[in-house]
């Protein structure tokens, strides 16, 4: 319920989201989304100007309720009928760079001693769609928002340089449009980052690129679920620890079960597709608004404490994905 003291903040989101939106419009290359755009104009806004006593609660409300408002309408642009198109050989792929990004960023996490909910932010990320994955990750674990920050940040760096690095790479190996779309839509991480970057190589590998590319952002339910469950399991430790007994059902975010079930619907038909891209433009927009209201609850402060080693886990796991799905393009595609 939105009540009278959240309207300033969520006014504030807002705006910044229009501002976001209208920047990415102009930008030219798709190099950045608006999510990014959003979180870096909500961080700058709150170490410039901020009053916390007038803004705090509507931001806490859009960056909670909002987003997984947003999350639940994302599912109904996801249709499992999608990965009978790009065949049996591309999920093959695909699977190859999630275990890749999920096992890899596990064991790097271990290794460079990172919390596991940064680490697994980063891991989603890197493995299915950067920014959409993050955030869908993020209140599922209740991570952090100086988590979530740094996240999006690196991946939104891991993916500037690689935009620029593939289309060099691919003419210099002279890589056809076909391996060059396999290649970038299952390595690259941020959707705006794989169009960007396959199209400006050729307009048949940007094709494929983009369908290979909304295939792998289905990984997004497993992705969710997976981490709903680990979740779960680590709260009700906690809690055993204390000799107290908790109820699955109180730990079940349950926007999750109306996203995956806003999904089933989609792929049996019973949305209309002139009706979900409505509700995907509008959670595309309260994703943006989550993203700046995120942004403005974060203390760049806290967030340059984080340090170097999550910076070392995500470059080093968006390496072994790209040469990961190269190999196994090579191997399964070529």
């Not at 497993?222 to 399991?233: E, G, K, Q």
Request: charged content about 10%.
């Amino acid at each position: 319920m939105i009540k009278k003291n959240h309207l300033p903040g969520i006014g504030l989101a807002l705006l910044i989201a229009l501002i976001a939106t209208m920047i990415e419009g102009v930008l030219p290359g798709n190099i950045i989304g608006p999510t990014v755009i959003a979180m870096f104009i909500g961080i700058i806004v709150r170490a410039t100007f901020f009053n916390r006593q007038l803004f705090q609660e509507g931001v806490q409300f859009t960056s909670k309720r909002v987003l997984k408002l947003a999350i639940i309408l994302l599912g109904a642009s996801l249709n499992f009928s999608i990965v009978l198109e790009v065949g049996g050989q591309t999920v093959a792929v695909l699977v190859f760079t999630l275990l890749t990004a999920f096992l890899g960023g596990y064991i790097l996490g271990k290794l460079f001693k990172v919390n596991w909910k940064l680490s697994g932010l980063i891991s989603a990320g890197t493995a299915i769609c950067g920014g959409s994955a993050i955030a869908s990750v993020a209140p599922v674990i209740e991570a952090d928002d100086g988590d979530v920050s740094y996240a999006m940040s690196l991946v939104f760096l891991v993916d500037l340089f690689l935009v620029v690095l593939y289309p060099l790479i691919g003419r210099m190996m002279s890589l056809s449009d076909s391996f060059f779309g396999y290649w970038a839509g299952t390595s690259i991480n941020d959707t705006s980052s794989v169009v960007a970057a396959s199209f400006s190589f050729s307009e048949a590998a940007g094709e494929i690129a983009t369908l290979v590319k909304l295939t792998r952002t289905l990984a997004i339910i497993p992705t969710v679920l997976i981490f709903s469950s680990i979740y779960i399991y680590k709260q009700r430790s906690h809690v055993g620890n204390k000799a107290e007994k908790v109820k699955v059902s109180s730990l079940v975010p349950w926007f999750i079960v109306f996203f995956v079930l806003m999904a089933v619907l989609q792929t049996i038909g019973f949305i209309p597709q002139s009706v979900a891209d409505i509700m995907r433009s509008i959670s595309r927009f309260l994703m943006v608004t989550a993203l700046a209201s995120i942004g403005l609850k974060t203390d760049v402060k806290a967030l340059m404490k984080t340090g170097i080693k999550p910076l070392l886990l995500g470059v080093t796991l968006s390496a072994l994905v790209v040469i990961v799905s190269y190999i196994a393009v090579s191997i399964v595609i070529a």
